[in-house]
């Protein structure tokens, strides 16, 4: 069975900093792309950022780049995402989702349950 496990959601001034990991178990991490997509407070869902399987190639939207890195450890089968420079319009719940491919570029075929992240005073 495939799970994805984020953590580290919180909550942080503006301009702060968290980082969230999604552990991964039930098949083969090192062989799949790997996303992070956020639903805002009644908004629908957005894609943030992607990582090919090995790790070396990234996609993000305009919005967080220079301020949000991706990265994963295939070695424990988790992903990461930095966030640097939070801003109120980061808030959301962010999901880790399974590409179905090697690539970082694709439909998804599993998610995590999310994890919160609220940027405000």
């Known amino acids: 069975e495939v799970q994805l496990v984020e953590s580290g959601g919180g909550l942080v001034q503006p301009g702060g900093s968290l980082s969230l990991s999604c552990a991964a178990s039930?098949?083969?991490?090192?062989?799949?792309?790997m996303s992070w997509v956020r639903q805002a407070p009644g908004k629908g869902l957005e894609w943030v950022t992607a990582i090919n399987s090995g790790g070396d190639i990234t996609g993000s939207v305009d919005s967080v780049k220079g301020r949000f890195t991706i990265s994963r450890d295939n070695a424990k089968n988790t992903l990461y995402l930095q966030m640097n420079n939070l801003k109120p319009e980061d808030t959301a719940v962010y999901y880790c989702?399974?590409?179905?491919?090697?690539?970082?570029?694709?439909?998804?075929?599993?998610w995590g349950q999310g994890a919160l992240v609220t940027a405000s005073p």
């Open positions: 989702a399974k590409v179905y491919t090697s690539t970082w570029a694709g439909a998804f075929d599993a």
């Open positions: 039930g098949f083969a991490f090192s062989s799949y792309g």
